[in-house]
C-alpha cells in the first residue's frame, strides 16, 4: 500500500532556534531534518489548555541526500548531516554535509497558525493583499487522522472538509483569523492557501500547512 507522506517519513533530528539564527522572523521556532524526503521542515509550537501542540510548514527541500543531523555553525548557517547508506531516500548521493543561509531577504511566509476560538489565526511576514486575504474561498482546510498500529505508515483516514467561514484581515495586514467548522480535536488540520497574495502581488513560497488540533482554544 503506498502512502502519501506530505512532511517527511522518517524524521531526523530537531534543532531550535531560539535567538532566531537561521531567520530572525522565525525566531524560537524548531527546524526538523528528514532522512527520506532529504528535506527540513519548520515547526510553531504552542501551549492551548495545558497541552503543547503545533504546526509543521514545508521549509527546504532537494538536498544532496536524506538528512540525519543538524546543527547551527558559529556563521548563523544550519549545517546538515546526509547519509543514505542503510536507508534509502531521496537525493542522489551515498552521503552529503550542506550549509543552509539566509541570504537576507524575508520570504513571504506563514509565520505562525495558532488555534483560537472557533478557528485559527495566521501572522504572514509580509503585509498581505486584503482581497484575496479576506475571500474565504481562497482557503482550502481538511482534517484527517492517522491509524496507531504496528505496521509501517498509515493513509490518512476519517478524512473531512473543514469550510472556512470567514477570513478577518488585521489593521496591518499582518494577520487573518479563519473562522472554520467542524474542527476536530485529535486530528491534522490541513491548510492550503494558493491563493493568497502580497500586496506586491506575489504568492506565498509555502502555501500548506498541516496543524495537529489535540486542545481546541477556548478564549
Known amino acids: 500500500m503506498l502512502f502519501r507522506s506530505k512532511c517527511g517519513k522518517s524524521p531526523g533530528e530537531v534543532v531550535w532556534d531560539v535567538e532566531g539564527t537561521i531567520a530572525p522572523f522565525f525566531k524560537g521556532q524548531a527546524y526538523m531534518g528528514d532522512q527520506h524526503h532529504g528535506a527540513v521542515y519548520r515547526i510553531f509550537t504552542e501551549e492551548v489548555n495545558g497541552r503543547v501542540q503545533g504546526v509543521v510548514f514545508p521549509f527546504r527541500e532537494n538536498f544532496q541526500c536524506g538528512i540525519i543531523r543538524m546543527a547551527f555553525g558559529e556563521d548563523g548557517s544550519l549545517i546538515v548531516g546526509e547519509t543514505n ?10 552521503w552529503g554535509l550542506e550549509a543552509l ?35 474565504p474561498t481562497n482557503y482550502h482546510m481538511s482534517s ?5 498500529h504496528s505496521p509501517y505508515g498509515s493513509p490518512e483516514t476519517d478524512k473531512d ?25 485529535g486530528y491534522v488540520h490541513e491548510l492550503r492557501v494558493d491563493l493568497l497574495r502580497n500586496e506586491d502581488g506575489e504568492p506565498l513560497l509555502h502555501p500548506r500547512a498541516y496543524y495537529t488540533l489535540i486542545e481546541q482554544a477556548t478564549d
Open 101 to 135: 543561509s539566509w541570504t537576507g531577504e524575508t520570504p513571504f511566509e506563514i509565520r505562525t497558525m495558532e488555534a483560537i476560538p472557533g478557528g485559527f489565526r495566521l501572522t504572514f511576514t509580509e503585509p498581505v493583499d486584503p482581497a484575496t486575504a479576506s475571500e
Open 144 to 148: 484527517y487522522t492517522y491509524l496507531l
Open 161 to 185: 472538509a473543514v469550510a472556512v467561514k470567514l477570513a478577518q484581515v488585521s489593521g496591518d495586514r499582518l494577520t487573518v483569523d479563519l473562522t472554520c467548522e467542524p474542527l476536530r480535536s
Open 85 to 94: 547508506r542503510g536507508w534509502g531516500g531521496k537525493g542522489t548521493r551515498m
